[in-house]
């Protein structure tokens, strides 16, 4: 059998016919699926890359999720802390406050008692030292 080529050109119809020829039916068969069977390969192997990383991507996400979720725990239960602590900073300076007062004034009183008894009593020393 004679096999004829035209030049210059990608004729596949006589490629086919040739490799036909060379090959019998089930060859070329065999060639045409073994090159298609490699493009198959190729977009299964990307199909299942491209499922891999969006497994990775999902299971990253959720755990950003979870961690996200625990600081804004941890965010609201320190904040709730810190306004107890505020309210009870807040209470003891209001109870230093009336007791500074207080103290000044039996200051004064027991002065007076003092300085009517005939002593000498300079004014007290404050209270507060800034």
Known sequence: ???AFTTGGDDVQEWA???GGLLGGGGLT???AALLGRRTQRIDA???LEQIATGIAEKAT???DVRAAAA???VEQVEQQLAVLKRESDAAATR???AAAAHAMWDEQVAATLRDLGGSVPPPPPLEVP
């Open 17 to 19: 016919i040739a490799l």
């Open 62 to 64: 959720a755990a950003a």
């Open 46 to 48: 990307l199909a299942k």
């Open 72 to 74: 804004d725990s941890r």
């Open 1 to 3: 059998m004679a096999l």
């Open 96 to 98: 230093r406050r009336l």
């Open 30 to 32: 065999g060639v045409v």
